[in-house]
């Protein structure tokens, strides 16, 4: 537990918050109101006992629950950054789960700017995997520059796929569907996730694949087989991070190199931070 971050963090956005917009009155300290709720506020607020709240802004509550900090950070409207840091702050871990059950699912406008500057292909998901936004050297590798609306339903399910990433049986559908699972045993209500994982079951092909699918493969690295529209059948080296603003999102680099085999067969070397003494 880190208590000093931890009662900066929660003063700071207790702070923020109207008395007043909760029917309350703002209290004052010493001739003057005060800033914000005050602790015996947001207990009376969350209806928890006396001094639940004094306790966790001041770090004397060892393992606060999980009830307390998702009602805490929903009253102080925290975002998905806050939230976690509230969790590092008074667990010493990362939350199991979102703030808010649409995070994910947008982005940014600032996004497209960035992507429209890299020169390889690159594209941005929400955790569904809808396509957000791609850049023009992304949709040069479409036919007719005709970019699929959801990449995992694509990349699953979609002929068109089959036929534009090379050998998808064996290079494929093994690394990508595990994807897919993992993703649904992290948010399992997903709806549009649901969508693609029944077409999925519903495949000859790629059912089988999904039913013993495994752990999910991390695409950092990963080089796979692909026929570019324009440039034809080649090599793709992927990457993939995700956007600290929007959980489950990601953005996938790629670099596309034209060829029937890799030209370089050595992977490139890992990236570290030099030594010091």
Known sequence: MDKAAL?????ERRAAIAPESHGLSRPTRQGRRARGLSQTQVDQILHRAPDTYGRLESGRYPNPPVGLLQDVARLFRMDEQEWV????????????HPLDARAGTELSG????????????????????????????????????LVPANTM???????????MLTD??????????PQLRVALAAVPDDPVLR??????LADPVAGPVYETAGASVHLDGAVR???????????????AAQPLAAPGSRLVLMSFEPGPRRHSGVR????RAPAHG
Do not use: K
Not at 7 to 11: E, K, N
Not at 268 to 271: D, E, F, G
């Open 7 to 11: 009662r900066f963090l929660l003063s």
């Open 85 to 96: 840091a509230l969790w590092r702050y008074a667990l010493g871990q990362d939350p199991p």
């Open 110 to 145: 600032a996004w497209r700017t960035l992507l429209d500057g890299f020169a390889h292909p690159a594209y941005l998901t929400d955790r569904s995997w809808n396509l957000l936004a791609g850049n023009a050297a992304f949709a040069a590798m479409f036919p007719a520059g």
């Open 153 to 163: 339903r694509w990349m699953a399910v979609d002929p068109g796929a089959r036929t």
């Open 168 to 177: 998808w049986a064996s290079a494929w559908a093994p690394v990508l569907l």
């Open 195 to 200: 969508r693609i994982e029944r077409e999925v």
């Open 225 to 239: 087989p692909l026929r570019h529209a324009r440039l034809g059948p080649g090599w793709v080296t992927m990457c």
């Open 268 to 271: 490139a070397p890992a990236l």
